[in-house]
């Protein structure tokens, strides 16, 4: 079920271009992207399961967190802006 709902998020992410998606929904891409767990994700940011769900239900990271998170999937976080009209990233 977990990762049929995840197959989901990746295909309309694919499918569908310029979709703004949760920081939660990117992490469950991310997590099913490297077969990673959302319990291994708890047990390597020292935090319960539970906890860690509850944070991707309220999609509610800081981001120092997201920095975190990053490292243990082997990606790159970069919390930016981009000015609409003019494209510039801050």
């Known amino acids: 079920m977990f990762l049929f709902f995840l197959s ?3 295909n ?3 499918m569908k271009e310029g979709v703004i998606m949760s920081m939660s929904e990117k992490i469950r891409i ?3 992207k490297r077969k990673i767990s959302i319990t291994e994700l ?3 940011l020292g935090t319960s399961q539970s906890n860690l769900s509850n944070k ?3 999609d509610n990271f800081s981001e120092k967190e997201l ?3 990053a490292n243990i999937l082997n990606c790159d976080f970069k919390g930016i802006f981009v000015m609409r009209d003019t494209g510039e990233e801050i």
């Open 56 to 58: 991707l239900k309220r």
């Open 12 to 14: 309309n992410h694919i």
């Open 30 to 32: 991310a997590l099913v």
């Open 8 to 10: 989901d998020i990746l």
């Open 42 to 44: 708890a047990i390597n």
């Open 67 to 69: 920095n975190q998170i």
